[in-house]
DNA sequence: AGAAGTTAGTTCGAGAATCGAAATAACTTG
DNA sequence: CAAGTTATTTCGATTCTCGAACTAACTTCT
């Protein structure tokens, strides 16, 4: 039986070998080996690579164990800025992040996306150019992500649906941004990028998690062993045109009718509650109104809560994850998270919620940014992603 | 950058072999090294392995193409068996596969699963070695498949609900078989290993695909990127204890009411048809009536499918695959198949159904035993499989 | 028929990446 | 300060692959 072990790929163990120190869980070259399993003069190539590239230094020595000090390791934090932006409908929030992989700062700032992608790309670009210049480093930008609203083709970074981005489809988004910067660009769906951000801030690569973003409107991002699972035709994690008894007729913008979007996006609760003569117009206000304890605007929340929660048990029992994560403005709602969690916890096979944990996302709003950011670095560091913590 | 290729898993490459010759791909040396891409001098390593394994053999000359005339290779059918068998409720399908992957015969037998693992496997074991024994090839059995109706915990191949099957969980399936056959062995889910084989049959190792067994009860297995994915619990595919409206208070063995399973699996409709005082007694029994242009079983299979295709729409817009599979006993009515593939197209979204098809599995009652022949095939020749045809 | 050209397959050395053992370095402890 | 311990580097040995040169076996053209 000729059985060489399978050679894990190079640039994989040096992502692991970056994260390791990054969390603090080996600090030295030793510690590496132990950690990972792999021979000492291995680790040592590593790091000799990631020094030479400058993301790694040495930072005097630890405590000896009894013998010889290790020689502390560290990430240098001025290799150079990886520049994401997650676009919504009315504004983009925009974060510096390190060739390490942390997130330094962030802004927000509005943007409209009707007037087309050149003036919106602008924008976007002229404020990330200002921030990397702002922090003062001496290296510039190496990549760039950008996370859109809606149903992307990965391979062109372009909108796939007319839908509500008039302009978008067929513009060349990726090469844009890479003209634009003269580096590495990548572009992909909002909630994509918001479950690969989220799933790599709380669970490992062997692991499976959901993550649906709830607001205007509800996406969600799929991710499997790891990785982010895009599907046949790039158009996985569509929970928001699944047929909800409760929707009734209720026309959607897909064309059919009774879909979860149109009773429990937050769109759908700004029509609501606009037929019963309540006066909002966008999701901010409708979660205001909760805020200020309105009882209309409330149930109307714990609802929608209750629609979703019904939906996502049917795809929780299919899927198994071992995370549900919610985002999104609705997801600042306990209320709403509460709904969600229970309906599922109702409607889902025993042996699926065992060990499921159904939780607001941690990364909260900068979960499409973690994603962008990882995806980036993928491309820059290597391949797939490395074994966690 | 230090990004050396991520040299391939040889394992993988070896598969790849054997899969071109098997399916004419490929069929000299020089033709397996233009198809993979890979030198001549590697495949030329690779096949003097094979034959020494007793996997290859030359088989005369080909046809020139203006030059020296190919070796042609062949695959060797007696180098041993792989035993594998599906068991159901009352009766377990016996197969036999050759050391590359082809199924030879197979053979169905009465057994009763009620009666515990012992006699159970002790029947389905004796029927193995007597198979096997009768086909007077030289070398013996080099490894064992086995799929279980109901949820399995794979790394001690037992059932892991009480469910149906007393006494069966914790038995220690696979460490019997083992012991028994002083071969590899592997247990896995039915609906898995269905998955699993008819995936392979149809699609490549970077699609995706849905399979569903329905029968007496409902199952799927989910197929990633070729791979099996059996989520955070193992209890990944689950359609069956999804709610439907139409289920009404039905009670569900899970302790739920209104799950799918009450009134779209054989079991329901023999309940729901016993309601009606129409005498039948098991899966089979309706689909003779259905046969035989029953009105009333016709138009409850009909409506049955609608439900399945309701579940499996919302399943199929999260999701997104490549292909939607049906099989077990009520997939062999195309009438079942037509509700089925008309009520997912009308609830999915267009850029879901697009390239969606849905069809009854081409290897039908075979599906599991194929899936059981891959795994256990990638145990014994290496580990992942390999680049489709 | 024989030379020229083409295709098939093998041999052999270079290159990439790992590991393990031994050497070296730097401590702690008795 | 010697003995034991831990950290790191050095240096083959190994395992893979590839590519180039070489041999083998044809077809075809003259």
Redesign the interface.
Known sequence: ????L??P???RQ?QAIIEHIAHGTATSRSELARVLGVAPSTVALRIN?LTE?GVVVEDGTGVSRGGRKPRVLRLREDGGHIMVADLGGHHARIGRFTLTGSLVETRSLPVRVEEGPEPTLRTIADAMKAMAAASGGPAGIKGVGLALPG?VDVATGDV??PSRMPDWPGFGVRAWLEREFGAVAVVDNDANLSALGEHHAQLGPD??SITVKAGTAIG?G?I?RGEL???????????T???V?AAGDEPCS?G?TGCLETIASGAGLVRQLARQGVAVESTADVLDLVHKADPIATTMLRTAGTYLG??L???V??????CLFLTGGMASSELFIAAVRSRVYE???P??T???RIEAARTGPDAGLHGAARLVLDQ?L??SRPAGH
């Not at 039986?1 to 060489?4: A, D, L, Q, R, W």
């Not at 699972?229 to 929970?239: E, F, L």
């Not at 029992?317 to 071992?322: A, G, I, K, S």
């Open positions: 039986m000729p059985m060489p399978p050679t790929p190079p640039g040096t690579e590239l149903p796939k649906l692991q499976h969600s799929i499997v699972y895009r599907g046949a035709t790039g158009a996985a994690g569509d929970v045109h699944t047929r008894a897909c059919n019904e939906v048990s049917s795809v029992n299919f899927f198994n994850p071992d409607g889902c096979h042996l699926v065992q060990n499921l820059i290597g391949q």
